[in-house]
């Protein structure tokens, strides 16, 4: 290969590396994805029936009592509480009723998927760790739950 081609080999090297970056730098970039809005929070309607003021006022109760039970047992030394698996389990068990004398997801179907979906969208779905952050977010979302609740029936 002669001293010209390798001259023109290189030079075009260059070329290609330069409109490669020129490429990279000035080409459209894919507009981000939005990031989801939670779910509003809004209860009123959702307690149907004879019962629903006695019900809405019941899960208001509940859902201060979870978030307060949260709260200190993220203040022991070794917190009973860890994952968002055994936050999940504590979910099933209000809406089955253990800890009320009725189902609230049986009795009031509407209120329970809307709070599903509160909750779901502000604290999320993942059953891992529970760090100091995670877990104040879900006592915050357990109050906002108790608030609307309230609300709800006046």
Do not use: N
């Not at 260059?14 to 970039?29: D, H, M, N, S, Y």
């Not at 309607?45 to 949260?70: M, N, Q, R, W, Y």
């Not at 968002?84 to 189902?103: C, K, Y």
């Amino acid at each position: 290969m002669t001293a010209a081609h390798k001259r023109t080999v290189i030079f075009c090297a260059l070329l290609a590396g330069a409109v490669l970056a020129a490429v990279v730098e000035f080409a459209p970039r894919p507009t981000p994805a939005p990031t989801p809005t939670p779910a509003a929070l809004d209860l009123r309607g959702k307690f149907v029936g004879p019962e629903a003021a006695t019900d809405a006022a019941a899960f208001s109760g509940l859902c201060h009592g979870i978030a307060e039970a949260l709260a200190a047992d993220g203040s022991r030394s070794a917190p009973r509480i860890t994952t968002g698996v055994q936050i999940e389990d504590v979910r099933v068990a209000a809406a089955e009723g253990r800890f009320l004398p009725r189902s609230l997801s049986r009795e009031q179907p509407h209120a329970a998927a809307a709070a599903g979906r509160y909750l779901d969208s502000v604290v999320g779905t993942s059953g891992g760790p529970l760090d100091a952050t995670a877990r104040q977010r879900w006592v915050e979302a357990f109050q906002a739950l108790a608030t609307a609740a309230e609300e709800a029936v006046r």
